[in-house]
């Protein structure tokens, strides 16, 4: 087995190096990856973005949501947070085969004095608490797993982040299990930091202190691919939202002017419908705003963009642009 010292913090990059491991690199070795994010959530590949993510909360504060090409729920990652990968080509064994992955993680918590075990479907639980989530994706003969450790995240963080913030939403996507959390940190007997535990990690899935002579490097080939993966694909509105399953949405809000009541209906980031409801007065049809939005990216900056070309408070007295934009997306 080999590893990549990867020491990006970028959520885009990273899951770009992980799809070009399990697809475009041709080496006949099984890989281990360990890598950290930035604050990001991580969205699973057959989610609706729009409904996991709290939205006001994420743009505050900056954080990345990325969509990743394996299935399962969304996560947040930050710097407290380790994540591992294992790419093999042995599907016979491997294929939805969670605890034999998990098994590295137990046992070297164990070792440490922590009491992790296996639970459920995909997780890693301390005394009930999950602390690591599991997924898997395939491509032709081989395959990755890859998992989390909350190590020591801002466990605020992580529950605010996805605490969404919506009035209702119908959506096929599959949606997230929210469940109780814990970090790594206080159960270890002696405190450690996430750079040596993560050292102490890879040489025990490696078996051996040397690292380096497990190392593959990237190529400035192997780096040009990847990057050109992450701008294609991974920096992409499309890709992040676009690929969010049909849903319909419905906000309502009271404003100096009267109460809002929006219903959307959303089909690969695009507003198919709009119809907008409420006691507001207005001196312009509302039909014309609505066939206005129609066909317009699901997406704050778009929608603020086609609005601004329009006086709102011809169609909303004592309501402003702000207020529209707020009632849509938050």
Not at 160 to 188: A, C, F, Q, W
Not at 205 to 220: M, P
Request: with cysteine; glycine share 6%.
């Amino acid at each position: 087995m080999l590893t990549i010292i990867n020491k990006s913090t970028n959520p885009r990059f990273n899951l770009a190096l992980e799809e070009y491991v399990l697809k475009f690199l041709e080496i006949d070795e099984d890989f281990i990856l360990l890598w950290q994010n930035g604050p990001s959530v991580i969205i699973g590949r057959n989610q609706n973005t729009i409904e996991e993510v709290n939205s006001s909360y994420v743009n505050e504060h900056n954080i990345n949501v990325v969509r990743r090409i394996s299935g399962g729920g969304a996560v947040y990652h930050d710097l407290g947070n380790l994540n591992y990968t294992f790419v093999t080509k042995n599907l016979k064994d491997n294929l939805n085969n969670y605890r034999k992955f998990t098994e590295p993680v137990i046992k070297i918590l164990n070792e440490l004095g922590v009491p992790a075990e296996f639970s459920g479907r995909n997780d890693i639980t301390i005394e009930g608490k999950k602390f690591s989530g599991n997924a898997q994706s395939y491509f032709r003969n081989k395959m990755f797993h890859h998992g989390t450790i909350l190590f020591n995240a801002d466990l605020e963080a992580v529950s605010r982040v996805l605490n969404v913030k919506v009035d209702k939403i119908e959506s096929k996507g599959i949606k997230s299990v929210r469940s109780r959390v814990t970090n790594v940190l206080p159960y270890l007997k002696e405190p450690t930091t996430i750079v040596a535990f993560q050292e102490k990690l890879l040489k025990s899935i490696l078996g051996t202190d040397d690292i380096s002579s497990k190392e593959y490097k990237l190529t400035e080939s192997d780096l040009k691919k990847i990057n050109g993966l992450k701008e294609v694909k991974y920096d992409g509105w499309d890709w992040n939202y676009g690929e969010s399953p049909k849903f319909d949405l419905q906000k309502s809000k009271r404003y100096e002017g009267g109460n809002l009541d929006i219903r959307l209906i959303v089909e690969d980031g695009i507003i198919e419908n709009i119809k907008i409801f409420g006691d507001f007065f207005g001196k312009e049809e509302v039909s014309k705003l609505e066939k206005l939005i129609e066909d317009n990216k699901f997406e704050e900056q778009s929608l603020r963009k086609v609005l601004s070309t329009i006086d709102v408070g011809d169609y909303f007295f004592k309501i402003t642009l702000d207020d529209l934009i707020n009632c849509i997306f938050y």
